[in-house]
């Protein structure tokens, strides 16, 4: 629990900064404009395909918790669909008296009634976990129920689940996850439960998956050693049985009792960035002879991997653009004499996401969306023609705007790629209000998408939105993000910065009116950049960041980024660390844009207090900073649609402030 001198510390800070925001002219504009795009009916329903049916979270304005509801394909096809409400979220808060906001849901296979679902307070990472009969409607009151924290939980049978969560000391690693996994019976005292697998607590997590195919289960438990190693054992006739293999790679996928492993690393003959496959049988007895499935190229990266009843998708990234192929085993095939390969037609463009897939179901679905082109929902069946289910409407006016790809040269050469959306007419006279966004961390790729809020909010009113894909994200694969990994951290950010550079060498822009956003790592992506080049940038937006590089590890889940960023208890590696932590960085001296930070008093992952910390210690240097604290939201910083409409009405009118509007 914070307590009250916290929490008024916060208040006071919220006080000094939102006025300044808030009555900007166009505040009110962009509030307004965020709310409609947000509760439209015009959204496309994301679903969850189940047995026989399409299962949907909906938010609106009369729903700002969500209706969980469910409907058929043939009932999705149609323009209005009729929607089976399953659970009413803000009825239970109601009944509850408390300020749920949805988690996730397990459901049991393969009739998928019996569910676990988790509810957070204010979308925090810690939740309560209640299990629910969907024929019923209903949570079950004596059912499998969990109080609020940090569990893992996974259907092993009808009446038995793995759980880990707290069960006091032991039971949780130092990154605050589960520890251990027990074996609850229904009825039985949780403490009771047998003790199925456990890690050491300076492990990341424990965690449990179940690989299915038509004919085969597996029941696998893996210690995630740190955030990019786990090691692996299946369960098989009461006895764990360990995986031999690299414990840096990713199981993908069960097809025909093949385990497909995604390779962060060489094995063998085989390359970084691979995909392979062997029989799980073999794996299991030791004998297992690995096969190459498919490998990128130079500027190519495997995306995700995605299992249908009859064939394995690969959803690639080639030059950071979308393309999806299909693979089909035959005796005769032109892939490896083993593999029939297909592409799915889309546009070249845009980024695809094929959503829906499972060994039950031989179709399946794909999004596709570009900046300037709204997100349009597909279905695809056997013959890989795609038919198009929803179209989210043009929900701003793009008719004039441009998508362009430039090269940035950082530091030590690399290329480094990113995408460029303004107006086909826009002068390059350097005055172009631009928004630049980065991440550079974990692995995680960002491609062309559809934002509505950003379209509204700053395209149309003659902004310049870029997209940078710097190393430390996984644009190219593996050794991208490997790049920027520990002693190399400073990599990301002197692409990130040579982009900036970039976007000024070509007369887009120019320092006056360049602002910079990143969140969580790339919040410390936005103010590690504006401690090392604050001339570079007029605006800085770092949302709810890591901040105090010396501190990280022993905050929330903190630990368990060490991979990725380093242990910094350790001298020669905080020496190093220490050159672009934020918080070590400020100098009394130096001439700051006005940079403003948000964050969350729920947020269980990144602590408040990296923001807090920093806004103290550069006030106390004499230096002018924004705040705003969302006392719920958890790592996502809103915890409904009317939370997520302020917080973008503060970005935006902060950035239009700064760089200047039309």
């Not at 300044?20 to 404009?33: A, G, N, V």
């Not at 031989?362 to 279905?379: N, R």
């Not at 362009?404 to 690399?414: I, P, V």
């Not at 550079?440 to 909010?457: A, D, H, K, L, T």
């Amino acid at each position: 629990m914070e307590s009250p001198e916290a929490l008024a510390w916060v208040e006071e800070q919220n006080q000094r900064s939102l006025p300044q925001l808030t009555s900007h002219p166009m505040y009110e504009t962009l509030y307004e404009s965020s709310l409609e795009v947000l509760n439209s009916d015009a959204r496309i329903p994301s679903v969850t395909r189940r047995g026989d049916y399409l299962y949907n979270l909906w938010r609106d304005a009369e729903h700002p918790r969500g209706l969980y509801r469910r409907t058929t394909l043939d009932e999705y096809r149609q323009d209005d669909p009729a929607w089976e409400t399953i659970l009413d979220l803000d009825e239970l808060a109601q009944t509850e008296q408390q300020n749920w906001t949805w988690g996730e849901i397990n459901c049991r296979y393969p009739d998928y009634e019996r569910c676990l679902v988790s509810f957070s307070v204010a979308g925090s990472d810690a939740v309560m976990v209640r299990e629910f009969s969907i024929p019923d409607k209903a949570i079950i009151r004596d059912g499998f129920s969990l109080p609020e924290t940090k569990s893992r939980v996974t259907w092993l049978d009808e009446d038995t689940i793995a759980v880990g969560t707290d069960l006091g000391t032991g039971s949780m690693t130092d990154s605050g996850y589960p520890a251990q996994m027990r074996r609850w019976q229904r009825g039985q005292p949780l403490e009771d439960a047998p003790l199925l697998f456990s890690v050491p607590t300076d492990s990341v997590s424990v965690f449990t998956t179940i690989l299915r195919d038509e004919s085969n289960t597996y029941t696998l438990f893996t210690d995630s050693v740190s955030f990019y190693e786990r090691d692996r054992a299946v369960l098989q006739n009461g006895e764990l049985i360990d995986l031999d293999i690299p414990n840096d790679s990713d199981i993908v996928g069960l097809f025909q009792n093949e385990v497909f492993i995604e390779l962060r690393s060489d094995w063998g003959e085989f390359s970084q960035g691979a995909i392979v496959h062997a029989p799980m049988p073999d794996l299991l007895a030791g004998t297992a002879a690995p096969e190459l499935f498919v490998e990128p190229g130079d500027r190519t990266a495997i995306n995700s991997i995605h299992i249908t009843a009859n064939a394995v998708l690969v959803n690639w990234l080639d030059n950071v653009r979308g393309r999806l192929t299909r693979y089909t085993p035959s005796e005769n095939g032109n892939h490896m004499g083993r593999w029939n390969a297909e592409n799915v037609a889309f546009g070249s463009n845009g980024a695809i996401s094929p959503l829906n897939t499972s060994f039950e179901h031989e179709d399946f679905f794909v999004s596709y969306q570009s900046f300037t082109e709204p997100t349009t929902l597909y279905h695809v069946g056997s013959n890989l023609q795609p038919q198009e289910l929803k179209r989210l409407p043009e929900m701003f006016d793009a008719a004039n705007l441009e998508t362009l790809q430039y090269l940035a040269t950082s530091a030590d050469g690399t290329q480094v790629p990113y995408f460029v959306v303004m107006d086909k007419e826009a002068p390059r006279n350097g005055q172009n209000p631009v928004y630049l966004f980065g991440y550079g961390g974990f692995e995680i790729s960002y491609g062309p998408y559809y934002s509505p809020v950003i379209g509204r909010n700053w395209l149309e009113h003659g902004g310049v939105y870029v997209l940078a894909n710097i190393r430390g994200g996984g644009e190219f694969g593996p050794s991208w993000h490997q790049a920027a990994l520990l002693k190399n951290r400073h990599k990301a950010y002197e692409d990130f910065e040579a982009v900036a550079e970039d976007l000024i060498a070509r007369n887009i822009t120019s320092p006056d009116h360049l602002g910079i956003r990143g969140g969580s790592n790339g919040g410390l992506l936005v103010a590690a950049s504006a401690m090392r080049r604050p001339e570079l940038f007029n605006a800085v937006l770092s949302q709810v960041p890591l901040l105090d590089m010396q501190r990280y590890h022993l905050l929330l889940a903190g630990a368990s980024w060490m991979g990725e960023y380093g242990n910094p208890d350790d001298p020669d590696m905080w020496e190093y660390m220490q050159t672009y932590s934020p918080y070590h960085n400020i100098r009394e001296d130096e001439d700051y844009p006005l940079i403003f930070f948000t964050t969350s008093t729920r947020d269980d992952r990144v602590h408040p207090a990296h923001a807090r910390k920093m806004v103290a210690k550069m006030r106390d240097m004499g230096h002018d900073v924004l705040y705003y604290e969302n006392t719920e939201g958890g790592h996502s910083g809103a915890a409904n649609n009317e939370q997520r409409a302020q917080l973008n009405a503060l970005m935006f009118a902060y950035m239009w402030d700064r760089l200047g509007s039309n």
